[in-house]
């Protein structure tokens, strides 16, 4: 099993509307809007690594409202 957590920068107001669509999306654990440099962040998990990266590339990054992600996989 594959772990990740993606950090999302949103649009002004849309990071809520993200959130939420984020929770009812295949491969997320949870989703949570949070204060800092960016507006959302993402737990997903996956059988193998592309699994979880192209959640990021197909999914989240087509959601109206983001913009910038960052993606950071866990290694252990």
Known sequence: ???????IDTAAGTS???????RDT????EAHVI???FDVIVEL???EPHDVLG???TTIRSLEGV??????????
Request: charged share 15%; with cysteine.
């Open 26 to 29: 295949a491969n997320v654990v």
């Open 55 to 57: 959640t990021v590339t």
């Open 35 to 37: 204060a800092g440099d």
């Open 67 to 76: 913009g910038t992600t960052r993606t950071y996989v866990c290694i252990d």
């Open 45 to 47: 998990t996956g059988d």
């Open 16 to 22: 809520g509307e993200v959130c939420q669509t984020l």
């Open 1 to 7: 099993m594959v772990y990740a957590y993606v950090l």
